[in-house]
T-cell receptor
Framework: GDSVTQMEGPVTLSEEAFLTINCTYTATGYPSLFWYVQYPGEGLQLLLKATKADDKGSNKGFEATYRKETTSFHLEKGSVQVSDSAVYFC????????????FGSGTRLQVQP | DTGVSQDPRHKITKRGQNVTFRCDPI?????LYWYRQTLGQGPEFLTYFQNEAQLEKSRLLSDRFSAERPKGSFSTLEIQRTEQGDSAMYLC?????????????FGQGTRLTVV
C-alpha cells in the first residue's frame, strides 16, 4: 500500500541555520504530495503541496520539490526561526483509490535562539 | 466561521465503556475525515464522508467503531467497549472538494484516555 517515510527527529537547530527534513514515499502512479505542520497546541495545517513531478511547493520560506525519480519530497528552509519549532508531517494522496491523506510519522523541529 | 471544532477536547473513560466524539466541520465543506494519532506517530486514516455518505473505512476501524454524518453536517465517532489500545488523539478534518485541489482543515482533536 501507499506509505510515507520521514527522517526521525527531533531535529535541533540554531536560529538562522539551514533546514532539511527528508521525506520519501511509496505509491503507484503520480500522487499529490504535502507538508503539514503542527505548532504546539494547534491543529495540523497545510504548509505546502505539489501535485505533479518537478513541481515546487513553497510557503513561509519553506520549499519542497516533487522528485518522481527518487520518490522524494524533502522540505527545506534557508534560515529557520524559533517560531518554526513544530512537528512537520509529510503526506500523500494517490492519484487513484483512497481520497484521504496518508501521513508519515512526523519530524519534530526545535530551533534554539 | 472558526474552523473545525471537536468536542470534547479530552475524555477519560474506563475500559469497556462506550464513548462518542463530535466533529463540526467548516460549514460549507462537503468532505469530512476522521484520523487517529498516537504519541510520536502521524495521523492514521479511519474513515471518510462525502456529504452524508461514508465512502471509505480503514481496516483500523474495527467493528467497535462506528461513524455517522447525518444530513452531511456534523459527524460523530463512537467507540464501543473501549480498550486501552484505543487511547489516542482522534482528529477530524474537512475540505471543500478533493484534497488534490484544495486543503484539509483539521480540528484540534479529542484526546481519549482509557484506564
Amino acid at each position: 500500500g501507499d506509505s510515507v517515510t520521514q527522517m526521525e527527529g527531533p531535529v535541533t537547530l540554531s536560529e538562522e541555520a539551514f533546514l532539511t527534513i527528508n521525506c520519501t514515499y511509496t505509491a503507484t502512479g503520480y500522487p499529490s504530495l504535502f507538508w503539514y505542520v503542527q505548532y504546539p497546541g494547534e491543529g495540523l495545517q497545510l504548509l505546502l503541496k505539489a501535485t505533479k513531478a518537478d513541481d515546487k511547493g513553497s510557503n513561509k520560506g519553506f520549499e519542497a520539490t516533487y522528485r518522481k525519480e527518487t520518490t522524494s519530497f524533502h522540505l527545506e528552509k534557508g534560515s529557520v526561526q524559533v517560531s518554526d519549532s513544530a512537528v512537520y508531517f509529510c503526506a500523500l494522496i494517490p492519484d487513484t483509490g483512497r481520497r484521504a491523506l496518508t501521513f508519515g510519522s512526523g519530524t519534530r523541529l526545535q530551533v534554539q535562539p | 466561521d472558526t474552523g473545525v471544532s471537536q468536542d470534547p477536547r479530552h475524555k477519560i473513560t474506563k475500559r469497556g465503556q462506550n464513548v462518542t466524539f463530535r466533529c463540526d466541520p467548516i460549514s460549507e465543506h462537503n468532505r469530512l475525515y476522521w484520523y487517529r494519532q498516537t504519541l510520536g506517530q502521524g495521523p492514521e486514516f479511519l474513515t471518510y464522508f462525502q456529504n452524508e455518505a461514508q465512502l471509505e473505512k480503514s481496516r483500523l476501524l474495527s467493528d467497535r467503531f462506528s461513524a455517522e454524518r447525518p444530513k452531511g453536517s456534523f459527524s460523530t465517532l463512537e467507540i464501543q467497549r473501549t480498550e486501552q489500545g484505543d487511547s489516542a488523539m482522534y482528529l477530524c478534518a474537512s475540505s471543500l472538494g478533493s484534497l488534490r485541489d484544495t486543503e484539509a482543515f483539521f480540528g484540534q482533536g479529542t484526546r481519549l484516555t482509557v484506564v
